[in-house]
C-alpha cells in the first residue's frame, strides 16, 4: 500500500500524463494518421492496464482478453447495426457487458489455478470467435451517419477520438491507483504471493478475483467499444483473435508487470512501433507488427523479465543512494505503538465450555482414511496439544477445522455455531486464526503489509488495520521488523509474523501447526512466551508439535492421533506416560526418558 | 426421438474421426512429451505443426526435392522428413531462447512469476507465425497426391485414401514413440526428469539435456503430425492455432504427463470433432472442441490416464 502522498504524487503524474499527451495531439502532431496511431496506443495501453488490473496485481495470467475487447467491439458495432443505437450509449453499455463476461467466465473458471486457468482463459474468446463467424458477423462496418456524426461519435477531428481515448486511459489509472492503494490492492497482491494464506487470514480469495475479472472486463470491453467506433469495422479476427490478447500482457509485461505505468509504457514504445513498420512494410512483410511483438516479448522475459518500468526504477535507485525496499512511513514506527492500544483485552480465563466441537469428523483421499471418527471437544481458555507421528493426520484436522477440506462426514461448530463447510476466510471471520508447517508469508510484502492483510478481518477501514497490525507487531515483539520485506526474514522472525498476522483480528482460537519447529534453542524461548502470553489474553490455542519436552511444559491438555484416529487424550505428564502411546507411537527410547520426571 | 443423421452418417463420422484422430494423437504425443517432461506450456506447439506442415509441402512440391519418389512415396518421406529439420530448429530455439526460462536450474523469473515460460513460447509462436506469413505467403496451399481425391468404399462408408495412409504412419510411430519411452535408457531419463527433477539430478541424469532433447523430440513428432495432416488439409500460416487447442485438449483428455493417455486424447478429439459435425454447422467443430475441454478442466482435470498430487 502506498502512502497518501505517493498517491498524490501519482494523481499529478497522470495529470501530467494527460497534458503531454494532448499537448502531443493538439500541438506536435499534424498527419491524421500519426492522430490515428496515437488514439491506437492509447485504447491498446487500456487494454493493458485492465489485463494488469487482474493478471498484474493477483497473479492469475489471462491469455483471453481478447473475449472481453471482441464482445465490446461487437456489442457496439451490433448496437449500431440493429439499433440504431449511438456509440455514446453503446460504449458504456459495453462496460456491462464486459463485467457480466467476466463474472460468467469467472465463475467457473477461478476454479482453477496456475496453467489451468491461462489454457482455459485462452479457450474464451476463440470459442467466441468461432461462434461469430457461424453467425456470419463476418465483417460489420459500422454505418456512416453524415446527417448527425457528432451523435454518432462520427468526428472530423480525429483529435476528438484522441480526447475519448485519452479520457479512458486516465480513468483507468486512476481506477489502478484507488485499487493499489485499497484493501482490494492487497488482497489481490496477498492471492497473487500466497492464496491459500490470503483465504486463511480472512480474504475471501473468490470475490476479490471475481470483482477484478469482472473490473478488468468492463474495462477491456469499454476499450473494445471505442476501438470499434475509431477502425469503424470490426471482424471476428481483429478483435477475438490472439494477437488482441497476446497484446494484452506482452504490452504489460514489456513495460512492467504489476505496475501502474507499465502498461502505458509499453503501449507508448510497442504500439507505434509495431503499426509504424506495419504502415512501411506492410505490403511486403505482412506480418511485420505480430514479429515485432514475438521479438518484443522475448526479448523482455531474457534481459528484464520484471519489465522496463522497474528496470529503470532499479538502475535509478542504484544510482541515488535512496533505497529500494519499501520503508515504513517515519514516525509510524518511531512512535511506541503500544500507548494507543487497549490494554490486552480479555483476562485470562479459567477453563469454559466448549469452545470448538468436532462430532464424528472424517474425510478420505482416494482410498486412504486420512481422517477417522474423531469426536473431539476444545474448552475454552486451554493450551491444547495434538501430538502424532507422520502422517497422522494433524495438519489434516487443522485443514478440515479451518475450511481448506471439507470434512465427510462429521459436524464441526464454534461456540454452538456450526462452521462445517465454510470457507476458510469465513472461518476466519468467526474467530479462528491459523499458522502453518511451513510459513506461508507473502515474501514481497514488508512483514508489516504481511499482518495488515490479516487485519481487514476486522478493521472498519484501512487505516484501522494499519493500527491493528502495528499493535499486534508490537504483542508479538516484531515492531523494529515492520518495514522489511518478508522475504528476507529469518525462521524465528517469519513464525512471528505469521503468528501475528493470525492474532491480529483476535481470534477465539488459534491454530498453531507446528510453530516450534526448525527453531534454535534461544530462538524457541521467545515464541514459547508468544504463545503463553496468547493463552493469558484468553485466546484457546490449539497447538500441532513434534518437539515433545516443549510440549510436555507448555500445553494443558494432550491428544494423540494415529492414522486418523483419537488414540488417547488427557492430562500432558499422564498421556505421556500411558505406555500404549510411547510404545505405538513415540518409540521405545521415549520409555526411558518419561521414567525421569520432567521436573 | 428423430435422429438428424443416419446410421451411415454415424459410421461416416466416426471413421473419419479415428483417421483424422491418428494424426491429432500423434501431435497430442509430441505436445505431452514436452509438458510431461518439462512442465511447460508451449505455446507454440502449434506453428511448430505448421513448419512441419510447409518442410513436407515443400520437399514434395517446392523444390521437387522427392519427385523421384513418386506421388504416394515422397509425401509420405516428406512427412517424416519434417521431423528431423524441425527437430533440428527445436534443438537451437531451446539451446538459446527456452533453457533460459525452463529446467531445473531456474528459480522463479522475477515480474512474470512462473509464466515467463509460457511467454516466451507465445513469443516464438507469434514470431513463427507471422515469419511464416512473410516467408510463405498467406495463400493457403496443400500437398496434393492422387490419394487425395481418392477412398476406399467400406459398405456405404467412404475413407479417404490419404487418411488412411496417414492414419497407418501416425499409429506406426507413435507406437515407436512409445517403445522408445518405455524400453530406452534415454526414453526412461526422459521420464524421470520429468517426475522429479531435483532427484532426477542427483541421480546424474543431466536434467538440461534431458529437456532438450525432450523439446526437440516433441516438436518433431508433431511436425511429422503436421506433415501427414497436410496431405488431405489445406493450410496456412495461421493454421497452428486451431491445433493448439487440439493438441492441448487431446492432452488434457489424456491426462497431463500420460503419453499413453496423449494418445488416446487425441483420437477422441478427432472423433469428438467429426462427430460434432452430424449435430452441429461445420464452423462450430472447433468450438465443440472448447467445449469439450473446458468441461475436462472442469470435472476431471487430471484427465483420463493422470493423477493429480497437491498439498496443502
Known sequence: MRTRAEARRQRWAILGFAVAILVLSFVVLKSAYYQLVLTQVLLWAVLSLAWNLLSGYSGYFSFGHAAFWGLGAYTVALGMLYFDLTPWISVPFAALVGAVAGAIIGYPTFRLRGHYFALAMLAYPLATLYVFQWLGYQELALPMKREAPLLYMQFEDPRAYVVLALGLVVAALLISLKVENSRFGMALLAIKQNEPAAEAAGINTWRWKMLALMLSGAIAAIAGGLYGVVLLVVTPETVFGMLVSAQALILALFGGVGSLWGPVIGAMLLVPLAEGLNAELGDVLPGIQGVVYGIAIIMIILWAPEGVYWRALDRLSRRSPAPHAPEPAAGTIATPVAANVAPLPRAPAPLGDDLLVLRDVGISFGGLRALDGIDLAIPEGGLYGIIGPNGAGKTTLFNVINGFLAPDPGAITLSGEPITGLRPSQVCRRGVGRTFQVVRAFPRMTVLENVIVGAFVGAPDDAAARQMALAALDRVGLSARSGAIAGGLTTRELRLMELARALVPHPKLMLLDETLAGLAHDDLDGILTVIRQLRADGITVVIIEHTMQAMVKLVDHFTVLDHGRLIASGQPNDVVRDPSVIEAYLGKKWVDRVAVPAK | ?312
Open chain 2, 1 to 312: 426421438m428423430a435422429v438428424p443423421f443416419s446410421t451411415v452418417d454415424l459410421l461416416q463420422a466416426l471413421s473419419a474421426g479415428l483417421l483424422v484422430g491418428s494424426a491429432y494423437a500423434l501431435m497430442c504425443i509430441g505436445l505431452g512429451i514436452i509438458f510431461g517432461s518439462m512442465n511447460v506450456i508451449n505455446f507454440a506447439q502449434g506453428d511448430f505443426l505448421m513448419l512441419g506442415m510447409y518442410a513436407a509441402f515443400y520437399l514434395t512440391t517446392g523444390f521437387g526435392v522427392l519427385a523421384f519418389l513418386g506421388p504416394y512415396g515422397g509425401p509420405i518421406v516428406a512427412a517424416f522428413l519434417a521431423g528431423p529439420i524441425v527437430f533440428a530448429l527445436g534443438w537451437v530455439l531451446h539451446r538459446f531462447i527456452v533453457a533460459r526460462v525452463t529446467g531445473a536450474g531456474v528459480s522463479q523469473i522475477a515480474g512474470a512469476g512462473a509464466y515467463g515460460q509460457i511467454i516466451v513460447t507465445l513469443g516464438i509462436s507469434l514470431i513463427l507465425q507471422n515469419g511464416g506469413l512473410i516467408v510463405f505467403g498467406s495463400t493457403p496451399v496443400g500437398i496434393r497426391t492422387p490419394l487425395s481425391r481418392q477412398s476406399w468404399e467400406i459398405g456405404d462408408v467412404l475413407l479417404n485414401q490419404a487418411r488412411v495412409v496417414s492414419f497407418f504412419f501416425a499409429v506406426a510411430l507413435a507406437g515407436g514413440m512409445y517403445l522408445f519411452l518405455s524400453h530406452t535408457r534415454l526414453g526412461k531419463g526422459l521420464r524421470a526428469a520429468a517426475d522429479n527433477p531435483q532427484a532426477a539430478i542427483y541421480m546424474g541424469i543431466d536434467v538440461d539435456r534431458a529437456h532438450r532433447i525432450a523439446w526437440s523430440v516433441g516438436v518433431g513428432i508433431t511436425a511429422v503430425a503436421g506433415g501427414l495432416v497436410a496431405t488431405f488439409q489445406t493450410f496456412q500460416p495461421y493454421v497452428g492455432f486451431d491445433f493448439v487447442i487440439v493438441m492441448y485438449a487431446g492432452v488434457v483428455l489424456g491426462g497431463l504427463g500420460s503419453n499413453f493417455g496423449a494418445f488416446w486424447g487425441g483420437l477422441l478429439i478427432g472423433v469428438v470433432q467429426q462427430m460434432s459435425t452430424l449435430i452441429l454447422p461445420y464452423q462450430l467443430q472447433n468450438t465443440a472442441i472448447f467445449v469439450v475441454f473446458l468441461l475436462i478442466i472442469f470435472l476431471r482435470p487430471q484427465g483420463m490416464f493422470g493423477r493429480l498430487s497437491e498439498r496443502t
